[in-house]
């Protein structure tokens, strides 16, 4: 079968091309661009953080409770935030410096998450849920003021990579 009117071996060709190109564009902005390395870097291990801590959150309350109900409200605790305090999020990242809020956030959230620890008991669930809405509401604040802060990227004009790529990339909070 042709497709595009091209043989069906030259497509995969095509598609190897175009991401190797586009990964070459993206590793060199990676080099070249200290900021924008620092926030990917971040991105990354604060991807990993978000994941390892609902891996954890779920695998201690499911030790604490014997009810599927309570991570039910785990789950709740973690999206109740972004629906309520993004809208506010929005206009924090307008108002104020976007790095200072970013950080702020962030600083806030990392030291939400060390109140984790303090759960042990299956009486303590309630402080899991309360840190764990806690850190997501933080996690609405700083989403707008990253998103908002593609211009890292407007030092390297000779890559095709618009600004808007790294929200679009899929490092959300």
């Known amino acids: 079968?042709?497709?595009?009117?091209?043989?069906?071996?030259?497509?995969?060709?095509?598609?190897?091309?175009?991401?190797?190109?586009?990964?070459?564009?993206?590793?060199?902005?990676?080099?070249?661009?200290?900021?924008?390395?620092?926030?990917?870097?971040?991105?990354?291990?604060?991807?990993?953080?978000?994941?390892?801590?609902?891996?954890?959150?779920?695998?201690?309350?499911?030790?604490?409770?014997?009810?599927?109900?309570?991570?039910?409200?785990?789950?709740?605790?973690?999206?109740?935030?972004?629906?309520?305090?993004?809208?506010?999020?929005?206009?924090?990242?307008?108002r104020y410096e976007r790095r200072q809020v970013m950080i702020a956030s962030d600083l806030l959230r990392s030291a939400t998450v060390l109140g984790f620890l303090l759960v042990r008991e299956p009486g303590q669930i309630w402080l899991l849920y309360l840190l764990t809405f806690l850190q997501f509401a933080l996690s609405a604040i700083f989403t707008p003021a990253r998103s908002a802060g593609g211009g890292c990227i407007r030092h390297c004009p000779s890559l095709r990579l618009g600004c808007t790529n790294f929200p679009c990339i899929g490092f959300a909070n």
């Open 1 to 94: 079968m042709v497709l595009g009117g091209q043989p069906p071996g030259r497509v995969g060709h095509c598609q190897r091309t175009f991401f190797i190109s586009f990964m070459s564009e993206y590793v060199e902005l990676l080099r070249a661009n200290k900021d924008y390395r620092l926030l990917w870097l971040g991105s990354v291990v604060s991807q990993f953080g978000d994941w390892f801590n609902l891996i954890a959150s779920a695998a201690l309350i499911a030790k604490l409770s014997d009810t599927g109900t309570a991570i039910s409200y785990l789950f709740l605790a973690r999206f109740l935030p972004l629906f309520l305090f993004s809208p506010l999020a929005g206009v924090l990242a307008d």
